[in-house]
Each structure stands twice: as structure tokens, then as C-alpha cells.
């Protein structure tokens, strides 16, 4: 599988984006798939998760409300819409998948960057004041 995220750029504070993770070959409808971000001089840290087909979005505290995931199995393809953004979400954005032959991620380690296969080359989103 390989993951190509797109979709950041340059915006205010206040304003939105989608962000996209195009998956190419298999399928990743069944796959556990997360967002994460890194910004400079920090860890990357997860955004928001879907542990497995069917099962409740998880979203780190600082975004709920704002950020939403979700899935277009059709194009397999993930998204990651991004609103009321604020100067503190400007990170690269990655999207990940683990492989569905593993084990599930148990909740605590949905954030753990290692439960992840395969992952986008990350997209810059920068919010400005």
C-alpha cells in the first residue's frame, strides 16, 4: 500500500481545509487508519484515528469539534477536514494505515506512531494570524 496525502496549504486562523490520502493499491477500507502531525521541534502526535471498519472516530482533545476523518472506500481514499483552525494546529500532516493482518490497536496505542505500516510523505498546513 501507498499512502499520498495532499490538500495542505496556507491558511488564516479560522478557516478550513481537507486534507487528502489517496491509498494506492489494496484496498484500505478494512485497514485501522489515523492522521498525525509533527510540528517543528515537537513528536508527532495523532490527530484523530478509526481503530477499525465500523468503529467510532477517535480525535485528540485539541481538535474535537473541529477536526472530522473520514473515508471514501469507493476512491480509496481517506480525508481529514480541518475547521475553526488555529496557529497552534500548523504541522505537517501525515496519514497512516496498519495493516490489517496485525493484531488491533488496543485504544491507548492509537497515538503510538510505531502501530502504523504504511504512511503519506506527510502535507505542510500552516495557519496563519
Known amino acids: 500500500v501507498q499512502l499520498q496525502a495532499s490538500g495542505g496549504g496556507l491558511v488564516q486562523v479560522g478557516g478550513s481545509l481537507r486534507l487528502s490520502c489517496v491509498a494506492s493499491?489494496?484496498?484500505?477500507?478494512?485497514?485501522?487508519v489515523a492522521w498525525f502531525r509533527q510540528a517543528p521541534g515537537k513528536e508527532r502526535e495523532v490527530v484523530g484515528a478509526i481503530r477499525r471498519r465500523g468503529s467510532n472516530t477517535i480525535y485528540a482533545d485539541s481538535v474535537k469539534g473541529r477536526f472530522a476523518i473520514s473515508r471514501d472506500d469507493a476512491k480509496n481514499t481517506m480525508y481529514l477536514q480541518m475547521n475553526s483552525l488555529k496557529s497552534e494546529d500548523t504541522a505537517v500532516y501525515y496519514c497512516?494505515?496498519?495493516?490489517?493482518?496485525?493484531?488491533?490497536?488496543?485504544?491507548?496505542?492509537?497515538?503510538?506512531?510505531?502501530?502504523?505500516?504504511?504512511w503519506g510523505q506527510g502535507t505542510q498546513v500552516t495557519v496563519s494570524s
Open positions: 493499491g489494496p484496498t484500505i477500507s478494512n485497514y485501522p
Open positions: 497512516a494505515a496498519r495493516s490489517p493482518g496485525r493484531p488491533g490497536i488496543i485504544l491507548s496505542a492509537v497515538g503510538n506512531p510505531d502501530m502504523y505500516d504504511y
